[in-house]
Every structure is written in C-alpha cells, then in structure tokens.
Antibody, heavy 120, light 106 residues
Framework: QVQLQESGPGLVKPSETLSLTCTVS????????WSWIRQSPGKGLEWLGY???????NYNPSLKSRVIISLDAAKNQFSLKLSSVTAADTAVYYCARAGALITPWDFDFWGQGTLVTVSS | DIQMTQSPSSLSASVGDRVTITCRAS??????LNWYQQKPGKAPKLLIY???SLQSGVPSRFSGSGSGTDFTLTISSLQPEDFATYYC????????FGQGTKVEIK
C-alpha cells in the first residue's frame, strides 16, 4: 500500500519561502504524477501543481510565478517551494499521487496533510 | 478557469436515505469529473473517477453520473460512516474542486 508523508516547518514568516517534502513509501515514484494540494477555509481545496517522474512540471496558473516542485527519485521524495508567502497561504498542505487511473488529476493516494501557518 | 459549483452546500439526512449531490462545471469537461469524501482531520478519499467509475474498495452504494457540465453523486442508502463532506473535482485541467457538500445527521 502506497503511503505519502508530508514534512516541513509548520510556521513560516511573511515574505519568506514555504518548503515542504513528501516521502513516498510502499511503492515507486516512477510512472506517476505527484501533486501538491492545499486546503484553507477561505479557498477550499486548491491544486498547486504536479511533477511527473520524468521531471516535467505543470503548475496552477494562479500560483505559477511562486511555485517550484522538484523530485528526488533516489530518495522517493518530491518537494514544494512556495515563495513570497502571505497570510493567505496559511493552509493544510497535502501531497498526492495521480496517474494510475486516467488523468494527472485523479488523486488516488494522499498524505495526511500538514498545517502551515504564515505569521511573524 | 473552470469553476465547479456544488449543490446543496449542506444537507441533513437519516441512515438509509437516498442522497443526491449535484455538481456543475462552468464549461464542458466531458466526463472528467471526480468525487471525493473527506472526514474531519483527514485527507480527501477518492470515491468516483471519470464521472461514473467506482474507485477500488469503495462500496457500491456510491455511484456517479453525468457528462458535459452536469454531474451527480448518489448514495443509495446512507450509512453512519457516510456522514462527511463531499467534493467534486474536474480533472480536465488544473483539477479545480467544488466548494463541498456537508452531509449531516438528521
């Protein structure tokens, strides 16, 4: 059974960069799409972007200028960097897998989520 | 941007009831529509993909239908473990989610 686990700081200062890592266990990172999704009371569930195991990426246009997703296949990990954060970026951040069904947005496995608060 | 609108935003139902949730896309998305269930403090769980395909391990009381812009999630006989929030999501591009429908105990 594939498992995903998010890790990273729970508190980030405004204007700084939010960095999170997702570790995949119980399966390979190869041949799938790996996404970051966040959930906040104000904006609901929001897809941030994905990285394919080959390294190609696709980002939500609304955040494209601030998001970078990278992958380390040797460690079975992928990461999120979100720059210039504000209080509006406070959310629970999830990592998720797609690619086993039909589209890169069919999320069949999710991490448990990690709360990131943006505050000074 | 494709916008997803769910209705109702909440509903009260009893165990054994048939429950229907609708989702409308702002433009046609063919059959690229998923449904998720989320319980408090947990990640969303995929129930239905491609509008009507049941995800592995999901009980058959859950079903989905629709195409184009209008979609429906039906729970044929509501069980105690089904009280949760349900989200639709278009998987045509950028994976936009609906705002959610909270199913509460009547």
């Amino acid at each position: 059974q594939v498992q995903l686990q998010e890790s990273g700081p729970g508190l980030v200062k405004p204007s700084e960069t939010l960095s999170l890592t997702c570790t995949v266990s119980g399966g390979s990172i190869i041949s799938y799409y790996w996404s970051w999704i966040r959930q906040s009371p104000g904006k609901g569930l929001e897809w941030l972007g994905y990285i394919y195991y080959s390294g190609s990426t696709n980002y939500n246009p609304s955040l494209k200028s601030r998001v970078i997703i990278s992958l380390d296949a040797a460690k079975n990990q992928f990461s999120l960097k979100l720059s210039s954060v504000t209080a509006a970026d406070t959310a629970v951040y999830y990592c998720a897998r797609a690619g086993a069904l039909i589209t890169p947005w069919d999320f069949d496995f999710w991490g448990q989520g990690t709360l990131v608060t943006v505050s000074s | 941007d494709i916008q997803m609108t769910q209705s109702p935003s909440s509903l009260s139902a009893s165990v054994g009831d048939r429950v229907t949730i609708t989702c409308r896309a702002s433009q046609t998305i063919s059959g690229y529509l998923n449904w998720y269930q989320q319980k408090p403090g947990k990640a969303p769980k995929l129930l239905i993909y491609a509008a009507s395909s049941l995800q592995s391990g999901v009980p058959s009381r859950f079903s989905g239908s629709g195409s184009g812009t209008d979609f429906t999630l039906t729970i044929s006989s509501l069980q105690p473990e089904d009280f949760a929030t349900y989200y639709c999501q278009q998987s045509s591009s950028t994976g936009t989610f609906g705002q959610g429908t909270k199913v509460e105990i009547k």
